[in-house]
């Protein structure tokens, strides 16, 4: 997978994911999102696209099935904490969402401070329509971005819903047209630049840091929990 960078002049921050395909996601390329938002200090907001017409197809699943039950603990494990690394960021983060963002891509986006969203992407937490639970760290971010009266229609069924969809419910922010999902994302990253970074990085610690850290906390257990009855 790579992981490219972009900084422009007013401090905006492109992390581009492409791998040539799907954008399917290994251990590597979370630690390589965290890397990002630990060495590049001068960025004063973040961008998370994906490849033309292609966000993140998810989770690799073939990975999954090659690596076994210690392979996709620590695949989960990888995914927790990078998602509540980029939640918690102090700095305002976009998520530009330039095609599907089903799963893993779904929380992507709720992990970002805004989410724009490619019209005819779908979205959605479709986990149990393939016989997996929820982990807690999907849960918490729902929780922070979905409407209460959808929470649990949407996740107990795993429901899938387009872009206009995703943000009447809460996925998303905002919908473009797939081609201009990035300069749409990157000009709100740079809007919400312009805010004090003082409060903006403060309000942010004070809405997100305690479920973040019961997260973290509890990590390692959860995810053990969910795997245990997958094959070793």
Same mark, same amino acid.
């Given at each position: 997978?790579?992981i490219?960078?972009?900084l422009?002049?007013?401090g905006?921050l492109t992390?581009?994911? =492409?791998?040539?395909?799907k954008?399917?996601?290994?251990?590597?390329?979370?630690?390589?999102?965290?890397?990002v938002?630990?060495e590049?200090t001068d960025?004063?907001?973040?961008v998370?696209?994906?490849?033309?017409?292609?966000f993140t197809?998810?989770?690799?699943?073939?990975?999954?099935?090659?690596n @076994?039950?210690?392979?996709?603990?620590?695949?989960?494990?990888?995914?927790g904490?990078?998602?509540?690394?980029w939640?918690?960021?102090p700095?305002?983060?976009?998520?530009?969402a330039?095609?599907h963002?089903?799963a893993?891509g779904?929380?992507?986006?709720?992990?970002?401070?805004h989410?724009?969203?490619?019209?005819? @992407?779908?979205?959605?937490?479709t986990?149990t329509?393939?016989?997996?639970?929820l982990?807690?760290f999907?849960?918490a971010?729902?929780?922070?971005?979905?409407?209460?009266?959808?929470?649990?229609?949407?996740?107990?069924?795993g429901?899938?819903?387009d872009a206009?969809?995703?943000?009447?419910v809460g996925?998303? =922010?905002?919908?473009?047209?797939?081609?201009?999902v990035v300069?749409?994302a990157?000009?709100?990253?740079?809007?919400?630049?312009t805010?004090p970074?003082?409060a903006y990085?403060?309000?942010?610690?004070?809405l997100?840091?305690?479920?973040?850290t019961?997260?973290?906390?509890?990590l390692d257990?959860?995810?053990?929990?969910?795997?245990?009855h997958?094959?070793?």
């Amino acid at each position: 997978m790579e992981i490219r960078r972009d900084l422009d002049d007013a401090g905006v921050l492109t992390v581009t994911l =492409d791998d040539g395909k799907k954008n399917a996601l290994q251990p590597e390329a979370f630690d390589g999102l965290i890397a990002v938002l630990d060495e590049e200090t001068d960025a004063r907001a973040v961008v998370l696209a994906g490849r033309e017409d292609i966000f993140t197809a998810g989770l690799d699943v073939k990975w999954m099935a090659a690596n @076994g039950r210690e392979g996709v603990e620590r695949l989960l494990v990888a995914f927790g904490r990078c998602l509540m690394r980029w939640w918690t960021d102090p700095r305002p983060t976009v998520c530009a969402a330039t095609g599907h963002a089903i799963a893993a891509g779904t929380m992507f986006g709720m992990a970002c401070d805004h989410a724009v969203a490619a019209d005819g @992407g779908w979205w959605g937490l479709t986990e149990t329509q393939i016989d997996f639970e929820l982990p807690q760290f999907g849960i918490a971010l729902a929780r922070h971005n979905v409407r209460a009266d959808r929470l649990e229609d949407l996740l107990l069924p795993g429901r899938r819903v387009d872009a206009a969809a995703a943000v009447e419910v809460g996925f998303a =922010d905002e919908t473009a047209d797939a081609f201009d999902v990035v300069g749409t994302a990157r000009t709100r990253a740079a809007e919400l630049a312009t805010l004090p970074a003082r409060a903006y990085a403060g309000t942010k610690r004070r809405l997100r840091e305690a479920d973040a850290t019961a997260v973290l906390a509890d990590l390692d257990a959860d995810i053990a929990a969910l795997t245990a009855h997958l094959p070793d």
